[in-house]
């Protein structure tokens, strides 16, 4: 019998890698294609129900039934959806042509997540934009509603403007966020910064979440000898969008003007040893427990390199005792509860 390996031209693994690009390419146009085919008769539909304004809800239950009925294989035409149509639409009809052609782009139940839990167009539409820039999950999409995105994003309080070129400070400002909300932790009032670091490292991919699109890990505790003297970097990200290092410091204390200068030293330190000459200059973020802007703004002000402060909060009630704290369920555990109570629900409807 003929080994086939033996006959198939030198070429041919590097075809069959080619055609499996475009396979795979071709399918996600073709799912991309089904989702705006989706979106635009969900919105369609939606258009009819807003303009038959007299129709109530026994109307539309009615509507609901037959187009069941008459189309058992499609899902997505229960009463509770089509009202969802309605509002979706009303909510992206009046929407620049921009926000519309991203209304495309992502699948119909992060619509109806943005169009039941926010009400301003603005808001409405930034969410829609982070959901096709990141590929948010609707789940994701519901934590960052939840805890306010669009108010922290680019609220940092920084020099860039002063120390980096045009668009790039305005994309590493964008980049940073104030508050950072850490709501995955439980530390007790007397928690110091390697309790935080630990805690950050323990939900490293929740902590990457926070930290937004772009960030990879590079290490803690990165060590670096200036002078024979040793100096360890709490944490090291790379940014992919940005190409730069950036040095984050933790602090579980207000903010205090010497902190500005040590991370000065720091990014000078990661510039002379870690930048490859193709990277841009290394970000500074100090995140700290509080801070007073007037004392932010002074202690930024003389200094060359691009840094910023912003806070970082927890939603863990920081007034209960360590001990209780340390006896409440713990995230995965939680999850585990919800996951469990969601399933005996499924169950009970069925």
Known sequence: MTNSRSILPGNYAE??????????????????SVNRELIALYLDIGRHLVEQHTWG???????ARDLKSEFPEMAGFSRTNLFCMKKVFAAWAGAPEEVQQLAGQVPW????????????????????RQCVENGWSRSILTVQIESGLHLRSGKALTNFSRTLPEPTSDLAQQTLKDPYVFDFLTLGKAAR??????????????????????????GRQVHLEVAGDDFYLDLLFY????????VIELKAVPFEPEFAGKLNFYLSAVD??????????????ILCKSKNRVLVEYALRDIAKPMGVAEWQTKIVEA????????LPSVEELEAELALNGDVAAEDEQ
Do not use: N
């Open 15 to 32: 075809v069959l890698a080619e055609l499996k690009t475009k396979v795979r390419s071709a399918q996600t146009k073709a799912a991309t």
């Open 57 to 63: 809800a026994s109307v539309v239950e009615r509507l």
């Open 109 to 128: 139940w992060h619509h109806v997540v943005i169009v039941t839990k926010l009400d301003d167009p603005a808001v409405r539409a930034f969410y829609l």
């Open 193 to 218: 910064e390697r309790h935080l670091e630990q805690g950050l490292m323990d939900h490293v991919q929740r902590f990457l979440l926070e930290m937004g699109v772009g960030f990879a890990f590079v």
């Open 239 to 246: 940014h992919l969008k940005l190409r730069c290092f950036i």
């Open 272 to 285: 002379d040893r870690l930048r490859h000459p193709s990277d841009g200059p290394t970000i500074g973020l």
């Open 320 to 327: 209960l005792p360590d001990d209780l704290i340390g006896s």
